[in-house]
């Protein structure tokens, strides 16, 4: 799958961004994320092993296992499909490391700047569903998933990622093992031909190409669960500090946070001084509670009209005009608010090792001449 | 009249197994023409000759503008070490956008060795973090950058 034209090969617009080729690492730019759905064209690609070869999906098997399993249970995909009821939720999906190019100092990794986010369509059944049949035990805490990509050293013993979630997470009724996105088979690198979605969480907790869910009576144990992986520090601390890894704790939900989509950063207006901008604003488990714009660096505030999500866990959208004072370079911030009362911060959040959960205002240029 | 029929038929048939003819050497001599001013078939050698990046027939290990074309990476002391010890698993992408102080380099390779089955790397242990540390070095970001590289248009509305 190392072929050297991504955007052909997965269906990109060729203006995403390629951060990484092996294992494939792709964002998006804030403009190609205008729609209210998000096509495949636009979705980010984050990649922690080999892209699966040869998927035989007449043969795919999905296996719940686990300490807290009664007995172990398989079904086909067919199974999936004709004995549970179907659901299709709309889900936005963030990588954890979204945001990371600004820390300082430096996180390790992929140095995502603001497009790895999503929001498509996601149709499956859900995990619940499965989970009720095959029976779990009282004593279950957390689902850990096992797909079949590959560990990039090639060692068939190792797995590159296998996360998970607490079973309450598991058990909510938009967490899916889907089939389809935007009405269609998964495409492969976002997980065909089952994945499992749990919107609102780091994406990593959304595992690819999945064959198995462990169902675990301790906090699951795969690869990326543990050390520095996916977690932040317990406490604050200062910039570039030492953490040990037993003082970090893992991410649950993404916190709030907002993207301008239209227009592209960069615009001249030449007559007019009235701009009509849009985007989206998400809260995880939340809602996005108000929408606001400035145009003088936070001076003052105004407020965008915003919409309540199609469903919970789905990005929200949000517009404004905006009446520019006089001719000049100016810059529009937009500033999410969750139903909590947290907002976004103007600068970037609290460091952590991994350079993770970088929800910070984002901005663009525009000059009015 | 059944035989001029069929002697017509057999007329068409050939004109166009004649037109046929033309038209592939037409089409055969455009590619030659093709080949010949572009040797390297840039985009059809690669599906041609999978695996196998007919640029780097030439050299492997050409350097560009201070680039080492194969990877991006930058020309420097080390940088072979870092090519033949780093590019194996990850593409070299994964180095150049990061940023790290010595400690950081030596503590991801220490992490690479532990969890992900990177192998002893020796003498070039040191030969490999020096060029990190050289060539990606931490850069200061402070609390938040200004916008950079602005790409201005006219929004027409």
């Not at chain 1, 037993?246 to 207006?269: N, Q, R, W």
Request: net charge neutral.
């Amino acid at each position: 799958m190392q072929d050297p034209d991504p955007f052909q090969l997965f269906g990109k617009n060729n203006e995403m961004s390629v951060l990484n080729d092996k294992p494939w690492n792709i964002e998006a730019k804030a403009h190609l994320l205008d729609d209210a759905v998000t096509p495949n064209s636009s979705m980010f690609i984050r990649n922690n092993g080999i892209i699966p070869k040869n998927i035989d999906p007449q043969n795919w098997t999905l296996t719940i296992d686990g300490e807290s399993v009664i007995s172990k249970k398989s079904y086909s995909l067919e199974d999936l499909k004709t004995k549970f009821k179907q659901y299709t939720y709309q889900l936005t999906i963030e990588c954890g490391g979204n945001g990371r190019s600004e820390y300082d100092p430096p996180a390790k990794g992929n140095q995502w700047t603001i497009g790895a986010v999503h929001c498509a369509n996601w149709t499956g059944v859900r995990l619940r569903d499965i989970l009720e049949d095959a029976e779990i035990k009282e004593d279950a805490v957390y689902t850990g998933f096992h797909g079949i990509d590959q560990h990039l050293s090639g060692d068939p013993s190792k797995e590159p990622i296998s996360r998970g979630c607490p079973i309450e997470k598991g058990l909510q009724d938009e967490t899916l093992l889907a089939f389809q996105m935007n009405g269609k088979a998964i495409p492969l690198a976002h997980g065909y031909p089952l994945r499992l979605v749990a919107g609102g969480w780091p994406g990593s907790v959304s595992g690819k190409w999945v064959n198995r869910i462990s169902v675990r009576n301790v906090v699951h144990d795969g690869a990326k669960m543990k050390g520095m992986a996916y977690r932040v520090p317990c406490k604050p601390v200062a910039p570039g500090e030492k953490v040990n890894e037993d003082d970090m704790c893992i991410i649950e939900s993404m916190p709030v946070k907002s993207l301008i989509t239209y227009p592209k950063s960069g615009a001249i207006l030449k007559k007019s001084k009235t701009l009509n901008i849009r985007g989206h604003a998400w809260a995880s488990e939340y809602e996005v509670a108000s929408m606001a714009y400035s145009i003088d660096f936070g001076a003052t505030w105004h407020k965008c009209l915003l919409e309540k999500p199609v469903n919970r866990l789905a990005w929200q959208h949000f517009s404004a005009k905006i009446d520019f004072p006089a001719e000049g370079y100016y810059e529009v911030w937009a500033k999410a608010t969750d139903s909590n009362g947290l907002s976004q911060p103007m600068v970037v959040p609290g460091w952590n090792p991994k350079g993770y959960l970088n929800n910070a205002c984002h901005r663009i240029a525009i000059k009015i001449m | 009249m059944i035989r001029e029929e069929w002697l017509n038929r057999l007329f068409k048939r050939l004109t166009h197994l004649i037109i046929g003819a033309i038209s592939l050497s037409v089409v055969s001599g455009l590619l030659m023409i093709y080949l010949i001013l572009n040797p390297s078939l840039s985009l059809v050698g690669s599906n041609l000759q999978k695996g196998k990046d007919p640029k780097t027939t030439i050299d492997p290990d050409r350097i560009e503008n201070g680039i080492h074309v194969r990877t991006g990476l930058v020309e420097g002391k080390g940088l072979m070490a870092v090519v033949n010890n780093c590019t194996n698993c990850h593409s070299a992408k994964l180095v150049i956008q990061n940023r790290m102080n010595r400690e950081k380099w030596n503590s991801t390779i220490q992490w690479m060795q532990e969890t992900q089955n990177l192998w002893d790397l020796g003498k070039n242990h040191e030969v490999i973090v020096n060029y990190l540390v050289t060539y990606y070095p931490p850069q200061s970001k402070k609390r938040r950058e200004g916008l950079k590289e602005i790409e201005w248009y006219v929004l027409e509305d």
